[in-house]
């Protein structure tokens, strides 16, 4: 199982970005695929998640900026990140979650899911 997130940058506040994860080893009725992301000094935190069924969750306070979405031809699961802000600077990870079970909801993870390497965001003027 492997994961491996790209697509960040320096971008303007208010600007977008796309992240992909490209993911082999496995296929989208294993598990379900989730963002994570950790700013400076802070814990990580679940930004959003895409089960095998197609349902998405999205932590509260990003609804309506970002999307996930998912390419089973290409092998990989997108972050779309819009109306950027500085508080949304950081790294991001995607990762696995059991397809079964609340995590992929609650978008939890923990050391024992399959991670990408990161991929630094910053949004700065």
């Known amino acids: 199982v492997q994961l491996q997130a790209s697509g960040g940058g320096l971008v303007h506040p208010g600007g977008s970005l796309r992240l992909s994860c490209v993911t082999s080893g496995f296929t989208y009725d294993d598990y379900s695929i989730a963002w994570f992301r950790q700013a400076p000094g802070k814990e990580r935190e679940g930004v959003s998640c895409l089960k095998a069924n197609g349902d998405t969750f999205y932590t509260d306070s990003l609804k309506g900026r970002f999307t996930i979405s998912r390419d089973n031809a290409k092998s990989t699961v997108y972050l779309q990140m819009n109306s950027l802000k500085p508080e949304d600077t950081g790294v991001y990870y995607c990762?696995?979650?059991?397809?079964?079970?609340?995590?992929?909801?609650?978008?939890?993870?923990?050391?024992?899911?399959?991670w990408g390497q990161g991929t630094q965001v910053t949004v700065s003027s």
């Open positions: 990762a696995t979650l059991p397809r079964y079970g609340s995590r992929c909801h609650l978008i939890q993870a923990d050391e024992n899911d399959y």
